[in-house]
């Protein structure tokens, strides 16, 4: 069902695919004012728009509404509209993926009906669509960086000591897998796109990671460095089980499949939930995104003054992490006012001796002092 509601571009109506493809490749005339005006979008922004307008068609198409020989345009209709948004909820989409699919569906129109006004779609009635609905947070359970990256190091270490060769291999890419998103938790696709000596370079401080605008959804560059602990690891995995399992074959690819090709996103997902599966039990598995809530959720914990630090390390704004990532402002909240009560707690409880120990030294009715040692 999910891949019915989910059409591929070949499988789009003809006139929205050529429309889609035809808008977005490069043209000179458009530069000098001679065509629409169709608005540029970085690779990851036109890959999620895609993705969104597919889920778009396959809901009209799933529901009986989509006539293929009709405009893309004629086919937005706030009828049509309400219906996907109430087929979503059913579906049980949080209210955040609601407003994303619409600007996707927007973003979309943008490409196939330039000119065509549909800010309706972020606005109903005038009414901004955030206003209109409760905004409410999937209930998640988000583990500590440090949690997930001591797991990694587990599984790396576990996996030095296995007998079975096939074993020993993908156990060890995973725990570097694991290890590699709790440190920086890059987002599916640009975990897949690593490459060595092309993004993930090698100088003598160690191993880097150089992600430019095309990797990046944020259509920004980002780069960093890894934790010693992982610069170990990565560099056993490259060396040993790497090259084992390529099998002299060349391939610039970071993740390769126990079978010599490269572990793509699918298989990275599948490998994420797998593993959590095993070390949090059924129906707590999570794919490799969990690790992005994290890092935006440990960093005002363990920081409150800085909270700004888990979006410098994600690569994306800190007004971003705020509304898509962080767990933790309510946890960091409840962290210093738990401190706060335990502090009051001391206080008063440092009171109250004083207060008992001058009462039991005061004289009683009866004229005798109370014996401390009663």
Known sequence: MADRLCLPLAAWPEGD?????AALAPDRSRRFGLGPQVPSMPPATQRKTQGGYARWLGFLASSGRLDPAAAPATRVTEEAVAAWTDDMRGRGNADHTLVGRLGELRRAMAVLAPGQCFRWLARPGGVPIRARLAMRRRALTVHHPSAMFAWGLA?????KGLGGDQQRRVMLRDGVLIMLLAARAPRL???ASLRLGVNVLRDPEGWRIDFDEGDMKTGRSLEYGLPDALKAALDRYVEV??????????????WINWDGRPLR???????????????FGKGASFGPHRFRYGIAT??????????AIGAAVLGITAGTAKEAYDRGSRAAAAKRF?????????????LARNIFARRRREPREDGERTDPGE
């Open 189 to 191: 696709r640009s975990l």
């Open 298 to 307: 440990g960093a005002p914990i363990a920081d409150p003054e800085a909270p």
């Open 265 to 279: 996103t699918r298989g990275i997902d599948k490998r994420i939930r797998w593993w959590s599966e095993k070390r």
């Open 241 to 254: 089980e790497r090259a084992e399992m390529l099998g002299g074959r060349v391939e610039d690819a970071l």
């Open 338 to 350: 738990h401190a706060g009560l335990a502090e009051e707690r001391k206080q008063t409880a440092a």
């Open 155 to 159: 599984l790396v270490e576990r996996a």
């Open 17 to 21: 695919r050529k429309g889609w493809l």
